[in-house]
């Protein structure tokens, strides 16, 4: 029987496996690279933070503070735009865009880490456009998040969300993620979700 030494040494095994990946991705993108429902036809493509364009990562950035903006500033955090924009430049900042033709639909921002001795996809940001929301686009950038988990081997999906954004509590619950271990309790504004896979 292995011992709890070779099994946090699997762990970070994995993770390091799943970093050294140039496109993690690739493997699961004859499944996942297209998305499509009723008329709508999405095609989603990995980008390292490296790989990000100028323009794609101000894209990126504008959604975010658009769509979660003014959560932020409804509760204690408040919204720091640099701190948002220096992680997504960060070296180990991954991205699954979804596009619809040229125009870019959403993405998903994740890392692969060790998150409290568990081998982790951490999902930092989820941001669909308004007008691509409540068509299954979000739902099918976690599945791919979930299923790159299950690839690599790793124990969990974990996320932030804020307390005060309904519709993104409402959406992770319909997903089946719940409040983590590593939740703190003592803190209103945010709670740290989390899906076993
Ligand atoms: C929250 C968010 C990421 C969800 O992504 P999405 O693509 O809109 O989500 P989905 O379409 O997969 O599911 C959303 C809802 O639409 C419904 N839905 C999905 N496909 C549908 C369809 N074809 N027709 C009608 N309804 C549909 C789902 O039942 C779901 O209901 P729910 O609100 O009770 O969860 C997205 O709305 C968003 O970017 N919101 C603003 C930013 C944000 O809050 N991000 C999360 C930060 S933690």
């Not at 390091?16 to 493997?27: D, G, L, R, V, Y």
């Not at 220096?86 to 699954?96: G, I, P, Q, R, V």
């Not at 994740?110 to 409290?116: A, G, I």
Request: with cysteine; glycine share 6%.
């Amino acid at each position: 029987m292995a011992t709890d030494r070779e099994i946090a040494g699997n762990h970070h095994k994995n993770i390091e496996k799943a970093n050294q990946q140039k496109n993690p991705f690739t493997s699961i993108a004859e499944e996942y690279g297209k998305y499509e429902r009723d008329d709508l036809k999405i095609d989603v493509f990995y980008k390292s933070s490296k790989e990000m364009s100028k323009d794609l990562q101000k894209w990126c950035f504008k959604l975010a503070e658009k769509n979660v903006g003014p959560y932020y500033k409804a509760c204690s955090l408040g919204w720091q735009p640099k701190v948002k924009q220096n992680d997504m430049t960060k070296s180990w900042a991954k991205f699954l865009i979804a596009k619809h033709g040229k125009e870019n639909a959403g993405y998903v921002m994740f890392r692969f880490d060790m998150d409290y001795g568990r081998s982790v996809v951490y999902c930092y940001e989820l941001q669909i456009e308004q007008n691509y929301q409540n068509k299954g686009i979000g739902e099918h950038l976690m599945k791919c998040l979930e299923k790159m988990a299950k690839i690599y081997q790793l124990e969990r999906v974990v996320l932030t969300v804020l307390c005060n954004n309904d519709g993104a509590l409402r959406f992770y619950k319909r997903l089946e993620y719940s409040i983590d271990e590593t939740n703190p309790s003592d803190e209103p504004s945010y709670a740290i979700y989390s899906k076993e896979i």
